[in-house]
């Protein structure tokens, strides 16, 4: 049992990102509001980018910079550097990320001086008619 809940702890910024997921999820599916879902969404984001960001990090690991001649004299252990590929993947989807934002608070304020709410079911039922 112990092992169990050491190995939890241990793992704790995963159950973070998992939290953060399943607020960002609900937000996205259980809410009315488009600002709420669109909130929602900006978390969900936020969790996945946080994951793949802690997926390049090694415990003692060194900075992906390394002095010419002496990884040509000595070689390079690669399992002593952090992937700095995840971070820069990152940094991509944190642009992404951003720009959707934008868009979609822009397409939201179309959508609010056309039917007057940003309630998804008013818009719904404006539409029919």
């Known amino acids: ?11 704790y910024n995963y159950w ?3 939290v953060l997921m399943m607020i960002g999820f609900y937000a996205m599916i259980g809410k009315n509001n488009l600002v709420k879902k669109l909130l929602g969404m900006n978390i969900f984001q ?6 793949f960001i802690s ?5 003692g690991g060194l ?10 004299e000595h070689g390079v252990n690669s399992a002593l550097i952090n992937n700095p590929v995840p971070h820069v993947l990152m940094l991509t ?3 992404v990320s951003v720009s959707v934002t934008g868009v979609a608070l822009a397409l939201m304020q179309r959508i609010y001086r056309r039917y007057g709410t940003l309630e998804e079911n008013e818009i719904l039922e404006k539409m029919d008619r």
């Open 93 to 95: 989807a944190i642009v």
């Open 1 to 11: 049992m112990d092992a169990i809940l050491s190995e939890i702890i241990a793992k």
């Open 16 to 18: 973070i990102y998992v």
């Open 55 to 59: 997926s390049g990090v090694k415990k």
């Open 63 to 72: 900075i992906p910079v390394l002095d010419k001649q002496a990884a040509l």
């Open 46 to 51: 936020t969790a996945i980018i946080l994951m």
